[in-house]
């Protein structure tokens, strides 16, 4: 996959950088920043032949499984996800006993469902009764300013997380662990860190109407537009309603992961896929709406340029034409793949670990020989050739409690933060957590390839059931769960894929460019503060408007200067001009 030199970028708010996998440092009354460095180095030669010779009570390093003396108990905040439940068995005889006998730690879960687990964990630090271990964080800025998360760099070093830095090293990670560092020199989440990013969210389409339709998908998608998209369905449309299997005035695309379920009230993942083309901040992505123009060294404002214009005149012609379901944008998501699955419509948005659910649903229901699906890769716009895998190399991560430091010590909480290291960084603890147990659930080939032993299938993983019989491995025992196996080498995050995922990641990365990070800024406490004054109500708007024009409630020709004024009106300049003069005053 090509990578732009036009460095723009989807976050909304990024932070400049500092010591990245540095060992703890004594605070500085210095205002100049140090990067993060491209190497971790070990501690010198002169420093360890100095040292006295440290004894503990546990092993640990790059290659070798952290183990505890004796028993040792953890905390750890778990988001548990209610279309796969956490049952008793993953602590009884899955996943976290598992993790038990290799380390003899035990993790002690407080577990919350995945739709407000945020909102939860929340309440929990803030009334000081934190987990020590605090994983599936995506944006920690709410919990740095009260002194309850750790400032983590400060701890990562060689010595204490071999193999957090060995991939650091190895991937050049330094600019993408830059992206969340604050303003004081610090970052406090330990992030999921990817050797590349890899097309996750995508389109399956039901390719055997396509067909009939005649038209050929696979022989479009290298090059394909929205437009060429539209014009595809309505031709796909003209064919099932000439067949009877629709109406003229039914939609046959009805998405998911939009509604007022998973779209928080932005579009969800339909308008981020299509912004990021039209290279503006949309959907899931709209963060606070800022994007960096590098030619002329500055943030601007996207949503009130030309180019959200056209995004938002292309989007609304999908339902203006008669193809999109308004209801998308209000819909919970059984209601979309319920209609996909029945054969209602044609085309849903669609994840790795989803397609094998997809493929074993429309079995179920359509019948075996009635169906073909296909997973394409994204349209372009006519204006870039966008990449919408993604610019940063960071998932979710990991933050740690300061109760964990107060409670354990620093012996104590150096020992934890070596098992974290291993827990989520290290590759055998990844193969275990996505995979299970060689010999038991899986088994590894002779060219290195691994697959799941027969009578198992994974959900997770994309791997769908055989027969009835199937033990799904992520229902049954938690393996291939949410709450571990991001990042990673390419090798181990595609060591599951089947052909058909495999295909459209293959093909995004032949055929698409990737955008390079923006510039990290880095706003301080006050700051902060302002901007989220700003940009919390100014948001909002921006969404309300959004799907208005698309739903056609607006119209984008005739409402345009209107919405403009709007976002002027709730401050729009002022955050363009608060976020450079933090930007330039950070260089």
Not at 65 to 92: G, I, L, R
Not at 153 to 170: A, L, Q, R
Not at 375 to 388: D, E, G, M, Q
Request: overall charge negative.
């Amino acid at each position: 996959m090509k990578r732009r030199i036009l460095s723009l970028s989807l976050a909304a708010s990024m932070l400049l950088a500092t010591a990245g996998c540095s060992g703890k440092k004594e605070e500085t009354e210095s205002s100049e920043m140090t990067l993060a460095p491209d190497k971790i180095e070990t501690q010198s030669t002169s420093e360890s032949e100095t040292a006295p010779e440290e004894k503990l009570d546990y092993q640990y390093g790059l290659g070798t499984t952290f183990h505890s003396d004796e028993p040792v108990t953890y905390t750890m905040f778990f988001s548990d996800a209610n279309w796969y439940a956490k049952q008793p068995e993953w602590e009884s005889e899955g996943i976290f006993k598992k993790i038990e006998e290799l380390t003899n730690v035990h993790l002690d879960l407080i577990s919350y469902d995945s739709n407000d687990y945020e909102k939860n964990i929340t309440l929990n630090i803030s009334a000081g009764e934190s987990a020590y271990i605090i994983p599936k964080v995506y944006d920690e800025s709410a919990f740095v300013d009260g002194g309850a998360i750790v400032p983590i760099s400060d701890y990562v070093s060689v010595e204490n997380m071999p193999n957090y830095c060995d991939f650091y090293n190895t991937y050049n990670m330094g600019p993408d662990v830059r992206t969340i560092t604050k303003s004081n020199g610090k970052y406090y989440r330990l992030p999921g860190m990817l050797e590349q990013c890899l097309l996750n969210y995508t389109f399956v389409i039901r390719q055997d109407i396509f067909k009939a339709a005649g038209v050929d998908v696979a022989a479009m998608e290298a090059t394909w537009t929205w437009e060429d998209l539209l014009e595809a369905l309505k031709k796909v449309k003209a064919y099932m309603v000439e067949q009877g299997m629709c109406k003229e005035n039914d939609y046959i695309w009805s998405d998911l992961w939009c509604g007022n379920q998973t779209g928080k009230n932005s579009g969800g993942n339909l308008l981020k896929v299509m912004g990021i083309t039209y290279n503006v901040n949309a959907g899931w992505a709209v963060g606070n709406g800022l994007r960096y123009d590098e030619v002329k060294d500055e943030w601007y404002f996207s949503p009130t340029t030309d180019e959200y214009k056209e995004f938002l005149t292309m989007a609304a012609r999908f339902v203006n034409e008669g193809i999109l379901d308004p209801g998308t944008f209000t819909q919970d998501d059984d209601t979309a793949t319920n209609q996909f699955y029945n054969g209602k419509t044609v085309i849903m948005s669609v994840n790795q670990s989803q397609y094998a659910t997809y493929e074993s649903k429309c079995k179920e229901i359509l019948g075996e020989g009635n169906y073909e699906l296909y997973a394409t890769i994204p349209p372009r716009s006519k204006l870039y050739n966008y990449s919408t895998a993604g610019d940063v190399r960071l998932e979710n991560g990991v933050m740690i409690s300061q109760r964990a430091l107060d409670e354990l010590g620093e012996e104590g909480f150096i020992k934890m933060l070596r098992f974290v290291d291993w827990l989520f960084y290290s590759p055998e603890a990844y193969t275990l957590y996505k995979w299970g147990v060689e010999g038991e659930t899986f088994k590894v080939n002779a060219d290195g390839s691994k697959e799941l032993l027969p009578g198992y299938c994974c959900g997770g993983l994309g791997i769908g059931a055989k027969s009835e019989d199937d033990i799904d491995i992520r229902k049954k025992w938690g393996y291939a769960g949410g709450n571990f196996w991001y990042g990673h080498s390419v090798a181990e995050m595609t060591d599951n894929y089947i052909p058909a995922v495999k295909h459209f990641v293959d093909s995004n990365i032949a055929n698409r460019d990737v955008q390079s990070p923006a510039p990290p800024v880095a706003p301080n406490e006050d700051q902060n503060e302002e901007l989220t004054l700003i940009v919390t109500p100014l948001i909002d708007e921006v969404n309300t408007w959004t799907l208005s024009f698309v739903t056609g409630q607006k119209d984008v020709e005739k409402d345009w200067d209107e919405f403009v004024k709007v976002c002027q009106e709730k401050r729009c300049q002022e955050l363009v001009d608060l976020y450079n003069e933090i930007y330039k005053a950070s260089k």
